[in-house]
């Protein structure tokens, strides 16, 4: 993820260390979702991104862990 401000945008939730797409996760922010974020853990180094079209079991996007520095920010 890309380098941006620490003080995001007035209007905007402040993004926590971990976020979770996932509903079922206690790591779920719905009101963050309306603001383009993907799954991510900034202390402990990692993203979660979908593996293309790809879907598991249940139908849901089947994800992959990448991981690395991780910054995070709202997209303009």
């Not at 620490?6 to 719905?30: E, G, N, Q, T």
């Not at 799954?39 to 879907?55: F, N, Q």
Request: hydrophobic share 30%.
């Amino acid at each position: 993820m890309e380098t941006t401000s620490d003080k995001p945008a007035s209007d905007k939730p402040a993004l926590p260390d971990r976020l979770s797409v996932d509903p079922r996760s206690p790591h779920h922010v719905p009101a963050i979702f309306e603001h383009d974020v993907e799954e991510y853990c900034m202390s402990e180094g990692w993203i979660r991104v979908p593996a293309g079209k790809t879907l598991d079991r249940k139908g849901q996007p089947l994800m992959i862990k990448l991981k690395g520095k991780v910054e995070a920010f709202y997209r303009s």
